[in-house]
């Protein structure tokens, strides 16, 4: 594919042409890489700023004296609402968030896409199917009997709570967006699965029910360990999804201290009291923004295929 | 053979004829066993509430949850405000933003992402690093993105004030505050989001394209140009409808973008149908008619998805 | 009693009979190859007796005990796949001995057994390496040794060669044979290769459409095929099956082939079988190996008949040990196997000798044997 160009037809002066087709190509992927980096760069540039220096100098230009201070003040002294805290607790909020949905979803995802490619039975293809559609629901269609049932749970909760002296978790903000984020994300991480052990030799859990393993015993000692490069992208996939989501966020922990990190920048950059500090405003996005793109660039072939196995099946 | 591992534990049969046991039927059922709990979560928490926020549209639902049905009120109502459009009602707004959001979203992404690709598969130096460039806004979330092109866009800020300050002072860009216009700045950030990712889905599908084909075509006498246009594009159709599903589906769902980018914009002139739900769900407590559009917006889904994946997973002869 | 017993086998898949119904039976220490063409049922028929699928009906014995419904671990089974199945995870030895570990053998005597076993194959050096390390060889070798170190009372090979290159796998082929011959083992062995079918096997069976269509040693594939299919899919190259007429010369019946643009040729048979006689002035299929059909110089000495007819001949390719030429009979390209330096030119007439002893007929109705 990529030998097509340079064997366009060689006409008289064909050099030249050459030359300005590479030149214009060149051109407009450089256009291309400034309006791409273009937000990221101001965001970056004026969270090094003083307000002074955003009010009266140029969006684009370096900061005159690089100073951290909007980055602490994000992290340790920002209003989210009525608290000024920083956002350094919903930064923590969403970890705690993140981690064990994340966990969940892949190792439930890993179970079933097993036993949908390893342990067909009669009307596998019709579950996978509408496991599937559900990674496509627009979620409003299922947000307010969600909040209705966490509510009633949370209500539970307060009984339990009055009763044994624990909640057991029940009406926890984190651990209710731990469950609505295992509960939507296992369509997808079942769809990668299903399409990685699909292509998994099944001769290699014959041979291994031959050699006796259980179920259990195959998953473990067989599927789990030649798994590393899809259990990589599901949990990176997962990762950004539940990392950057907003509207369960909003939803069900939309006010008070269990907010995750999207909600908190929202209400951060939305705050409508006193002066706007575009540079505690930007550096709070980036510090948002900063675990995903951590992720991207360490493992950014595995997040594209995560995106594209999400895109096509087989 | 016996002379190999005469240290075999060696299973002697018992019974001629061995009954399925309790514990072998339970080994069969090992696997459905297994399965069960997540698709009974999927079943409950995605059908189960699909039906009850169907159920919810026909009641009187408020502030809270009524079980009362009052029949297609809702209906109606979204109905009468399609139409509605002097002033335009929130819905016809929502449903026109959709429209062109939806159009121009779907085809600049399409149209962007192929052409990036093919620039980029021009043997590019370099292609290494550009990439990433173009991938990366996929990576953050539509709250950074909108928090990121709000402050870019603003008139008194962003790139308005930066071309007065090079002394391009008639150079006016007020879009995200006009209330006729935000809607294409929620088209520019969602662009810059998900361009990247369409751009990348066209060059593996570029560099999938078996190599003798274009030298064949090449032996033809295809100029470079024929070349795309007559054999690559059509090559690439598969790519086309799995980039048009992605985007529609991201379509549908945004929310978060219009929130963060234009908090709904000058009178909610922003909103999309995600949008118009929350605010009539959760703050202007109209339940019935969020659940309504909900529902609307579900259809709108099922029918681009469903023919999609049933294609998709049909038996395919072994 | 059989060591192997297998009963009117019948798998079903939804609507489709993958099995319908298979009588078999090995003796032990038999090499049993299920050959046939690919979606023949050989590889159903192979998992069934291995336990890896359910049968719909019949009954599989092993030794005299049914095992029809017991797990495959529990089989006393060892299997060799096509694609040789090596844990990728695990090294050589890990392999070897993962069926031991699973049924819980002290690593002791795990260890015991892969020494064994690797000495026996010689992969004593492969031990630690990971099967992303090995040639395809030596992969075949770990997998045989993976199913050698089990001792189990039957072994099954699902087309363990048919990923190897050409050489490797005649070599593999002898290796098989002479572990078969050395340990004494039963075997059975799925291919779609007949020169595999019938250079390892005791007996064939040979598959269509999850169907046995003939049992039997090779030799009595070979020489006495009991229907069309068969006599087309057992030899290389393949028998010639020439549409043809049965006439008479005098007392004795005769093959009449017709030719292009010249008269029909005529061979008288001394002893046809007797079944034929029912066939004068019909047509049938006239089947006639490449080796039957030779130069009149090279036919068999003491075949008791042998008739020659002049042949056209359009092609001739010497193959090195042999020289084959294509005549057209019946109106077909039929193939005459002659000595490598047989003396012959595309484009002339040449007299070819049939060897009627060896010649088979076929009713094109039924295309059963006409015997």
């Known amino acids: 594919m990529s030998a097509v160009a340079t064997s366009t037809r060689q006409a008289p002066g064909g050099m030249n042409v050459k030359l300005a087709n590479r030149i214009v190509i060149y051109g407009l992927l450089a256009l291309f890489a400034v309006f791409y980096l273009m937000p990221l760069f101001v965001m970056l540039v004026t969270s090094f700023k003083t307000m002074d220096e955003i009010q009266n100098g140029n969006m684009l230009a370096l900061p005159r004296a690089p100073t951290f201070e909007p980055w602490l003040k994000a992290w340790g002294e920002t209003c989210v609402g009525l608290t000024c805290a920083g956002i350094k607790g919903y930064f923590w909020n969403s970890i705690k968030m993140v981690v064990p949905a994340v966990l969940i979803s892949t190792m439930l995802g890993a179970l079933n896409g097993y036993v ?53 978790g029940l009406g926890n903000p984190t651990v209710n967006l731990v ?48 798994s590393l490069p899809i259990i990589v992208v599901t949990v990176i996939y997962q990762f950004t999804n539940i990392w950057n989501d907003f509207l369960f966020a909003s939803a069900y922990a939309g006010t008070g201290d269990a907010m995750p990190m999207t909600v908190a920048l929202n209400n951060v950059v939305n705050t409508s009291t006193g002066v706007v500090e575009y540079n505690v405003n930007m550096a709070a996005a980036m510090i948002a923004a900063l675990p995903t793109l951590l992720v991207y660039v360490l493992a950014g072939r595995y997040f594209v295929r995560g995106l594209m196995a999400g895109a096509v099946k087989g | 053979m016996s002379s190999v591992a005469t240290t075999q534990i060696k299973l002697t049969p018992e019974r001629t004829r061995p009954r399925v046991s309790v514990r072998s039927r339970l080994q069969d059922a090992l696997p459905k066993l297994v399965l069960a709990p997540s698709f009974a979560i999927t079943i409950v928490f995605v059908y189960g509430f699909i039906l009850w926020t169907v159920y919810l549209s026909f009641t009187n ?80 979330s539509f709250i950074v993105t909108g928090v990121a092109w709000k402050w870019f866009l603003d008139p008194g800020l962003g790139l308005e004030q930066t071309l007065h300050q090079w002394g391009w002072t008639s150079f006016h860009f007020d879009w995200i505050k006009n209330k006729d216009f935000v809607i294409y ?102 339940m019935a008619v969020g659940s309504a559009s909900a529902v609307i917006m579900l259809m709108t889904i099922v029918a681009i998805i469903v023919p999609y994946l049933y294609s998709e997973l049909r038996e395919k002869p072994r | 009693m059989a060591f192997l017993e297998i009963d009117g086998l019948r798998k079903r898949f939804g609507q489709v009979e993958i099995l ?98 690797a000495k026996v194959l010689q992969i004593g050096h492969l031990l630690q390496r990971k099967p992303s390390q090995l040639s395809g060889g030596q992969r075949q070798r770990v997998a045989m040794g993976r199913a ?63 169907e046995v269509q003939q049992f039997g040693t090779p030799a009595e594939i070979y020489n006495n095929p009991s229907n069309l299919f068969v006599a087309d899919f057992m030899g290389s190259p393949a028998m010639n099956l020439i549409p043809a007429t049965i006439g008479a010369e005098g007392n004795a019946l005769s093959v009449v082939l017709q030719r292009e643009a010249r008269e029909p ?97 076929f009713d094109p109705a039924t295309e059963t044997r006409i015997r």
């Open chain 1, 116 to 168: 949908l490619t390893k342990w067909r039975f009669r009307g596998a293809t019709l579950v996978f199917g509408l496991m599937l559609f559900a990674c496509f629901i627009p979620f409003q269609s299922v947000l307010l009997p969600m909040a209705t049932i966490l509510g009633s749970l949370g209500r539970f909760g307060v009984t339990l709570q009055n009763t044994f002296g624990t909640s057991f």
């Open chain 1, 179 to 226: 469950f609505v984020h295992v509960v939507y994300g296992i369509g997808f991480t079942t769809l990668f699965f299903r399409n990685y052990y699909e292509a998994f030799p099944t001769e290699l859990v014959k041979a291994a029910q031959v050699d006796g393993a259980s179920f259990f015993q195959i998953f473990r000692r067989i599927m789990l360990p030649n």
């Open chain 2, 61 to 140: 639902s408020k502030t809270f949850p009524s079980y009362v049905i009052t029949g297609s009120r809702a209906y109606q109502r979204l109905w009468r405000w399609t139409f509605d459009t002097d002033p335009p009602s929130s819905w016809y707004t929502s449903i026109t933003n959709m429209g062109i959001f939806g159009f121009l979203y779907i085809f600049i992404c399409l149209a962007l992402g192929l052409f990036l690709a093919i620039l980029l598969d021009q043997k590019i130096r370099g292609e290494g690093a550009l990439r990433p460039i173009y991938l990366y806004p996929m990576a953050l």
């Open chain 2, 185 to 286: 700045t929620v088209v520019i950030a969602g662009v810059w989001q998900a361009s990247g990712f369409i751009m990348a889905m066209f060059l593996a599908g570029l560099r999938g394209i078996d190599g003798e084909i274009m030298k064949a075509a090449q032996i033809d006498g295809a100029t470079t140009f024929q070349l795309y246009r007559r054999i690559v594009i059509p090559l690439l159709r598969p790519i086309f409808l799995s980039a048009f599903i992605v985007l529609a589906h991201l379509a549908i769902k945004s929310y978060d973008l219009v929130v963060a980018l234009t908090s709904g914009g000058p009178g909610g002139s922003a909103w999309l149908p995600s949008n118009f739900m929350y605010e009539y769900t959760f703050k202007r407590n109209e």
């Open chain 3, 20 to 117: 319908k119904g298979i009588d078999l039976d090995l003796e032990k220490g038999g090499f049993l190859v299920l050959v046939g063409p690919s979606g023949c049922g050989k590889s159903t028929l192979l998992n069934t007796i291995a336990g890896l699928e359910t049968i719909t009906a019949g009954e599989i014995r092993v030794d005299g005990r049914t095992i029809n419904d017991l797990h495959p671990s529990k089989r006393d089974i060892a299997m060799v796949f096509q694609s040789y199945a090596l844990y990728p995870n695990m090294t050589v030895a890990g392999n070897i001995s993962f069926g031991m570990e699973m049924r819980g053998v002290p690593a002791a005597e795990r260890q015991k057994a892969i020494d064994k076993v």
């Open chain 3, 148 to 210: 050698l170190v089990r001792d189990p009372k039957l072994f099954l090979f699902d087309e363990p060669l048919s990923n190897l290159d050409a050489k490797l796998r005649v070599d593999m082929r002898i290796e098989i044979k002479r572990l078969h011959a050395t340990t004494g083992t039963t075997i059975v062995y799925v291919t779609h290769d007949q020169i595999e079918a019938m250079t390892l096997a005791t007996k064939i069976a040979v598959m269509r459409d999850g």
């Open chain 3, 265 to 361: 040729i005529s061979l008288p048979m001394a002893n046809a079988p007797a079944g034929l006689s029912a066939f004068q002035g019909k047509p049938i299929i006239f089947g006639v190996r490449p080796e039957a059909l030779t130069d009149p110089e090279g036919a068999e000495r003491n075949a008791s008949n042998i008739a020659t007819a002049d042949c056209h001949i359009e092609v001739v390719e010497p193959a090195g040990s042999d020289t084959f030429a294509v005549t057209n009979l019946g109106g077909k390209g039929v193939v005459a196997r002659l000595r490598a330096d047989a003396n012959i030119q595309p484009g002339t007439n040449t007299p070819l000798a049939f060897n009627l002893t060896k010649a088979v007929f």
